[in-house]
């Protein structure tokens, strides 16, 4: 299967701050990543679609000025959180699709925390 | 829209026996594809099993299978022979064939795996 990877996979940061997050495919090249959210003893939560070289596509609720989305080669897609709060503490974990139905790959997860 | 209900946050069992894990779906749509996912502490998400909805037979992999009930909208999981290290978080989710790759998942079931 795929391989993907997350930098950094863990992060802790200043309140104001901005984080940046890499989701790089190592040996398949995604035209289309998925960046998920998941808070403490909860559920992963899709924030957005991220499509090779145009913008992405953002869930319902989430902030796309917040979360910036950059998927500029077909192997790295980046999740920047801007002007990070403590609310916005939680793991993000990026996945990409395969050729195949029932293949989705995720990556090991960043874990942030704001201070 | 599609929806995991995962019932039991948490379960036991004894090494060695065998248990089952709930999932039930809600969709519309005619095609679609149910994955289970296994989370350990260290945050990966792990796939296990998938089962497409035109599938005539129960997907297994290894020590797992799933029990797809069509009629009913479940797809139970089932870990036979337990071990330890299956303790876990375990995640059900829907993919709707058309819907961009996207997964829905439940809220998950832990999984611990006693002596």
């Known amino acids: 299967g795929a391989v993907v990877s997350q930098h950094p996979s863990r992060v802790i940061c200043k309140s104001g701050t901005s984080v940046k997050i890499e989701c790089r495919s190592l040996?398949?090249?995604?035209?289309?990543m998925f960046w998920y959210r998941q808070f403490p003893k909860q559920s992963l939560m899709l924030m957005a679609t991220?499509?090779?070289?145009?913008?992405?596509?953002?869930e319902q609720g989430v902030e796309k000025d917040k979360f910036l989305i950059n998927h500029a080669s077909l192997t790295l897609s980046t999740l920047t959180v801007t002007s990070a709060h403590p609310e916005d503490s939680s793991f993000y974990i990026c996945s990409e699709a395969g050729l195949a139905a029932d293949t989705q790959y995720f990556g090991p997860g960043t874990r942030l925390t704001v201070l | 829209a599609q929806k995991i209900t995962q019932t039991q946050p948490g379960m036991f069992v004894q090494e060695k026996e065998a248990v089952t894990l709930d999932c039930t779906y809600d969709t519309s749509d005619p095609s679609y594809g149910l994955f289970w996912y296994k989370q350990p502490s260290s945050g990966e998400m792990i796939f296990l099993i998938y089962?497409?909805?035109?599938?005539?037979q129960n997907a297994t992999e290894g020590r797992y299978s799933l029990n797809f009930q069509k009629a009913r909208k479940s797809a139970n999981l089932v870990i036979s022979a337990s071990q330890l290290g299956d303790s876990a978080m375990y995640f059900c989710?829907?993919?709707?064939?058309?819907?961009?790759?996207?997964?829905?998942f439940g809220t998950g079931t832990q999984l611990k795996v006693e002596l």
């Open positions: 989710a829907i993919e709707v064939t058309g819907g961009g790759n996207k997964l829905t």
């Open positions: 089962q497409g909805s035109y599938d005539q």
């Open positions: 991220s499509n090779e070289g145009s913008k992405a596509t953002y």
């Open positions: 040996d398949f090249q995604a035209t289309t």
